[in-house]
């Protein structure tokens, strides 16, 4: 059985360009969170996710970054016009139900030049 | 807004050592989730506690929750290089929906 995966692992970006990170959650999980981890910082809650809605998106910065959870396909994180301080890991975990455990996947490591 | 803090936030022991990891808050949570994060990669869960002083034992690794739900520890006994790590606590909201991550416990251990 898969676990929650995650593509890229590593992606590099020019300030001003558009990072699109891709999370497949585990199979028979329907729940989505991300989470980023900034260098020498704890990770923090982003975005919670069900299938074509998002349910809680408390930790998410107002401007420039967007998820989705579409009915097919992977989780989007997408973050416009990148900046150097979006520089981090950013994670993604998966639940087969609200209350049940979280498990995470490798990460997307995103670096802005 | 919740915090969880851990300490210490480094621990360098000798193999055969004992080791305890603490995880303090003044908010309460649902239930609280250990994981062990190596390098380059995700959290890996190791133990999710609920009930207030549950007390769970995985080999060597041995994790207490608090009567009050409020704080956490994370013993090792005899601890092996293969323990080396970081060590997160999590706390779960009320309506299960995010975790609130401590700050992590670097744990080294030297052969």
Request: aromatic letters at 8%; glycine letters at 10%; a positive charge.
């Amino acid at each position: 059985n898969a676990g929650v995966m995650q593509n890229p692992r590593h992606l590099v970006r020019r300030r001003g360009q558009e990072a699109r990170l891709r999370c497949s959650p585990m199979k028979g999980h329907s729940h989505v969170y991300w989470y980023r981890q900034l260098p020498e910082e704890g990770l923090k809650f982003m975005v919670y996710l069900q299938k074509e809605n998002i349910i809680d998106e408390s930790g998410m910065p107002k401007e420039r970054f967007s998820a989705e959870f579409p009915k097919e396909g992977p989780s989007i994180l997408r973050i416009q016009q990148v900046v150097r301080g979006d520089s981090a890991a950013y994670f993604c975990a998966s639940s087969r139900g609200l209350t049940n455990e979280q498990y995470f996947g490798p990460g997307t490591r995103l670096t802005v030049t | 807004t919740q915090l969880l803090e851990q300490s210490p936030q480094f621990l360098s022991i000798q193999e055969g050592e004992n080791l305890t990891v603490y995880c303090n808050s003044s908010s309460v949570f649902s239930s609280l989730q250990w994981y062990r994060q190596e390098p380059g990669e995700g959290p890996v869960l190791l133990v999710t506690v609920v009930t207030g002083g549950e007390v769970k034992k995985l080999k060597r690794l041995t994790f207490q929750f608090g009567d009050a739900r409020k704080d956490s520890s994370l013993h090792i006994t005899a601890a092996q290089p293969g323990d080396t790590g970081l060590y997160l606590c999590a706390g779960a909201s009320a309506a299960g929906n995010k975790l609130t991550f401590g700050g992590g416990t670097r744990v080294l251990v030297k052969p």
